[in-house]
């Protein structure tokens, strides 16, 4: 069987199984639907440390621990932690596996971090470079606000287009064999820009790639969207995924079977999160904690999680440039037929 | 045959080829000693554009492209792109490869980005999952100095133990079959932490973690450094190097091999550079420019390149942190015997 099928997806010989989840969140997504389906919510922000940055990190260190343990590993089984954040320098998560002791490759694909991370994860196993890895994904709302946009301090006002930064990490343990559920494809993406320059309003920035590459998934697979029963992008919000729709419904794909984390992870209507959640957590913790559940129990038999991300800086948008975007899918089944 | 061996270290089926090589520095490098073995050298530091920052992704932009070429290969038949870099959520690399339409995986580790990207695109060949990838690191001295220290416009003085950041980038095609040299084993580094806290002495930094792949390297192959006929880090200049050698001796290993691509790139006495070159470009251009050549013309049987990162921000040094880091060990023969 060829593994690498069309123009951007590979297929999995021998299917990855996700063994574990840990999720952890913040107080806010603790009020929020999902909330019963997290391992751990922290009623403080800053998980006993003294700045948001440093609490990022603990609180992917214990995620990646939990993980590990819920998958009955010690860390010493984990062969390779991949993780990635969108802190500069990504030190959400290499501050929070630097004690850790594990061979680390560090990821950056901003809000589509946990898609990147569980692609490659899934092919270092079925390449047979390792047994257990751990994929995980960061973000704090108020590391993700001081680096991007104004100290919480300041009190700035957010317009409505704007997204609410998900306090929260998701942490995946993918091994060979297992009894799923299992990872069968990747469709890794290319990124897309369509010109959007303002930063706050990264649904309608990371729209098109999501379109792009469930677009290339479909053709390389050669399915249609109904193959799945949930399609859940990451962190589009209301305004990206009514442009995902309408950009999908343009190239000839009816996603009745849409869902968006974004959506899913705050209670739009009392939890004043304007359009959505985003951030690297959103889709991460949605996946490990709600999605993965719904696959175990089989209430859930295939979903493809679409995680996307928006690849500006401050030095980017201050010098006038439109924001890349990017979108990973990550098909997941129950089980193998 | 196992893949992965011992506690860090796969060593790869079907070694992937390195098929090309593309190098693209700046002037100071240019004047460097390692001049004639670049594919470009820009007199304008700003590569045609009005900032660093694009300058820098222009320059990797191109630095791709050419290595596409090189191997004799269209961009489209690149499978991924796997580049890092040092900008704040890597703007450097996701805007060089914004326009190339290929499969992106962006990746973080300071300045051994070249290390993981080989690293990771060699599992992807041997797994089975493309046939050509390209790796890819960048980084550009005005970029880096903004970045992490201070507007060169404020004129500020650098310490002894300051390196100076390459402006360079070096991409590397990795492919399938082919005649080699070949990408033969990959040890994953683990963040190693010596409680550095001074940003101005990197090389201090990221010795141990170069002292630690290194030691895992040879314990996992049980091999001696003698294996090899040079193991070169990254960028550890003159203060990292001394401490390396030290630490491989108190391990039990003379390094007798020993090159640091951070002293070669400049005429030290004559460039001004205080303890060497550094950034993600130093390791990358040194090796895609000189080691490939002498890999290529049997001057070299055997190298083991050591790309070595130091994974601290503006916030974590600010904070009081210390400064975590890490390296990549891959090793690369002329030909299999």
Redesign the interface.
């Known amino acids: 069987m060829e593994?690498?099928i069309g123009e951007?997806t590979?297929r999995f010989?021998n299917p990855p199984s996700i063994t574990a989840t840990a999720t952890i969140v913040g107080q806010k997504e603790g009020e929020g639907p999902l909330a019963k389906h997290y391992d751990i919510i922290s009623n403080d922000a800053l998980f006993g440390t003294?700045?948001c940055?440093?609490a990022e990190s603990e609180m992917s260190r214990q995620a990646i621990t939990l993980a590990a343990q819920k998958a009955n590993l010690q860390l010493e089984d984990i062969?390779?932690i991949l993780a990635?954040d969108?802190?500069?320098?990504?030190?959400g998560s290499?501050?929070a596996?630097?004690?850790?002791?594990?061979?680390?490759?560090?990821?950056?694909?901003?809000c589509s971090a946990i898609g990147?991370a569980m692609s490659?994860g899934a092919?270092?196993i079925?390449?047979?470079?390792?047994?257990h890895i751990i994929a995980c994904a960061s973000s704090h709302f108020c590391g993700a606000e001081k680096?991007f946009r104004f100290p919480l301090e300041l009190g700035t006002q957010r317009p409505p287009t704007a997204s609410w930064t998900v306090t929260g990490c998701g942490a995946v343990t993918i091994c060979a064999g297992g009894v799923g559920p299992y990872i069968t494809a990747a469709t890794?993406?290319?990124?897309v820009?369509m010109g959007i320059r303002d930063a706050n309003n990264m649904g309608a920035a990371m729209a098109p790639a999501a379109a792009h590459v469930l677009v290339k998934h479909f053709q390389d697979m050669n399915i249609q969207p109904s193959h799945y029963d949930v399609i859940a992008t990451g962190d589009l919000g209301k305004i990206g995924s009514e442009l995902l729709l309408q950009l999908m419904n343009e190239a000839g794909y009816d996603l009745t079977n849409h869902k968006d984390c974004g959506c899913m992870i705050y209670d739009t209507q009392k939890q004043d999160v304007h359009a959505g959640g985003s951030g690297c957590g959103c889709a991460a913790v949605t996946f490990g904690g709600y999605f993965y559940k719904q696959l175990k129990t089989g209430k859930l038999k295939r979903m493809l999680l679409v995680p996307t991300g928006a690849?500006?800086?401050?030095?980017?948008i201050q010098?006038g440039?439109s924001i890349?975007s990017?979108a990973h899918a990550v098909a997941i089944e129950g089980s193998l037929n």
Do not use: C, W
């Open positions: 593994k690498h951007q590979v010989q003294d700045s940055e440093k062969q390779y990635g969108l802190l500069n320098q990504e030190t290499t501050f596996v630097r004690d850790l002791g594990r061979p680390f490759f560090g990821l950056f694909s901003a990147e490659l092919m270092i079925d390449g047979g470079f390792a047994n680096t890794t993406g290319a990124i820009d690849l500006h800086s401050v030095a980017t010098q440039e890349p990017i």
